[in-house]
């Protein structure tokens, strides 16, 4: 006698395959190229939230009058106006803990890169960071370099901070993927929303 | 052994294989540290500072990931190529070399210098030594260190340990930053990868496909091979 109260097994089965259909449906847009949060890369931290805040630390004026502009433009047109994450300036000198990137250049360092300075849970699934700290070379914001390419170097490190790694490149480039002007992609920016 | 046991926990991104090689070398290393006794104290020139500098590793430390934007090499010939020197050499020697971004990072990187002995060089004419700088721990800006860098999944160079390094001079104002006598710096990170015997067996954890992949597992006949190409 079966019990009233259980589903029968035939639309249990049914129920799984719809269960299994939707969930594959939902991972395909973001399945491919980019690791990226709890389905695709629970190995990279995320961001603690979808407000993002940033502030420059950097001391000096030239370096501020040459890349605070396009962090403004990654920021505020990339994350800010293209991902449903809210992209926020700190005003200058106002650094706290609280504050989600910072960044600055410096001569220690040959290449832009990205790390968590502080953790807001290490235990979670993936990993939350509270503070990302990005640096600059110093020697390549007076070399000529190109607007292009530093905005693809901020939108990259930024994206850092949100969640990606560097895994397999996608077919469509964004700045994750070496594109060559800061712009994210449709592919990341559809792994961007899915995890905020 | 707690150190590898420690990174395990948070590099999960690593393969297994190289969590494997990072406890093989953390025994080896253990053997050759009591046989030996670990020589490490600053460099001359060097600004030191508090507590510990011997660049060793703390297993009390939180671990992050350092994620770098750097020229991407696809094959063994070509990182050759674009470098100056290739070797292969025991580090003899680290020592922290300070923390030069105080006054713009509140949590600024503590370097070390790792000296390395020289077995053979694949390219190039270096000295017997070899010297490169290496970030190994944020500080809460006051020297204190608060948390342990691994580079593209890469762990803290220490005595010991036996090194492939596709090598370029060091920049006149890196050396003039550290104050230290600098000769050479990886060219990128997977300029720099663990030997195992005479086979290659961790390198930068970067994107599934990249060089550290094709290093990963091949001997040093067939690098040096690929180098003199």
């Known amino acids: 006698m079966q019990n009233p109260a259980q589903p029968r097994p035939r639309l249990r089965r049914l129920a799984v395959v719809v269960l299994l259909v939707a969930t594959s449906l939902a991972m395909a847009s973001v399945a491919s190229g980019h690791g990226f949060g709890t ?9 603690d939230s979808r407000i993002h805040n940033w502030v420059a630390t950097e001391e000096s004026v030239s370096v501020l009058t040459r890349l605070e502009p396009l962090w403004r433009t990654v920021m505020n047109g990339q994350y800010g106006n293209r991902t449903d994450m809210v992209a926020s300036e700190v005003a200058y000198g106002s650094y706290t803990i609280h504050t989600d990137v910072y960044w600055f250049a410096t001569t220690a360092v040959s290449s832009s890169d990205a790390l968590c300075v502080r953790w807001a849970d290490q235990n979670s699934t993936p990993k939350k960071c509270n503070q990302v700290r990005v640096r600059h070379p110093w020697k390549k914001v007076f070399d000529g370099t ?8 901020i939108c990259h490190e930024v994206g850092h901070s949100v969640g990606f790694d560097d895994s397999s490149p996608e077919t469509s480039a964004g700045c ?21 | 052994m707690e150190r590898f046991q420690h990174m395990k926990s948070i590099t999960s991104t690593i393969s297994t294989k190289r969590l494997v090689y990072r406890c093989g070398l953390a025994v080896t290393t253990l053997v050759l540290a009591v046989a030996c006794g670990a020589v490490d104290d600053t460099l001359p020139g060097a600004t030191s500072t508090e507590g510990s ?36 050499g025991m580090v ?27 077995e053979e060089a694949l390219k190039g004419q270096p000295d017997k030594q070899v010297v490169f700088a290496w970030e190994a721990y944020l500080t809460d ?28 001079p060091e920049d006149k104002e890196r050396v003039e930053l550290f104050g230290a006598e600098l000769t050479h710096r990886p060219i990128t990170l997977d300029g720099l990868a663990y030997i195992d ?11 599934e496909g990249d060089l ?17 190409r």
Request: aromatic share 4%.
């Open chain 2, 92 to 118: 003899s020697h680290t020592g922290s070399i300070g923390t030069p971004d105080v006054a713009e990072d509140p949590h600024a990187s503590e370097f070390i210098a790792v000296t390395v002995d020289v």
């Open chain 1, 146 to 153: 190109s607007d292009n390419t530093w905005k693809q170097g």
């Open chain 2, 53 to 88: 500098d011997d660049g060793t590793t703390d297993s009390t430390l939180e671990t992050t990931i350092l994620e770098r934007n750097e020229e991407v090499f696809v094959s063994v010939a070509e990182i050759g190529r674009a470098s100056t020197d290739v070797v292969v």
């Open chain 2, 141 to 168: 800006g006051g020297g204190k260190r608060t948390m342990e860098i691994l580079a593209e999944g890469l762990p803290i160079p220490k005595v010991g340990d036996r090194l492939l390094l596709f090598l370029v």
């Open chain 1, 176 to 196: 994750m993927s070496g594109g060559s002007n800061g712009t994210l992609s449709t592919h990341e920016i559809n792994h961007i929303n899915n995890q905020y």
């Open chain 2, 212 to 228: 550290g992949d094709s290093l990963l597992g091949l001997a040093l006949p067939a690098i040096r091979a690929e180098v003199s």
């Open chain 2, 197 to 207: 015997g005479s086979t290659v067996e961790l390198v930068a954890d970067k994107f």
């Open chain 1, 39 to 47: 389905t695709a890369n629970p190995d990279h931290y995320i961001a």
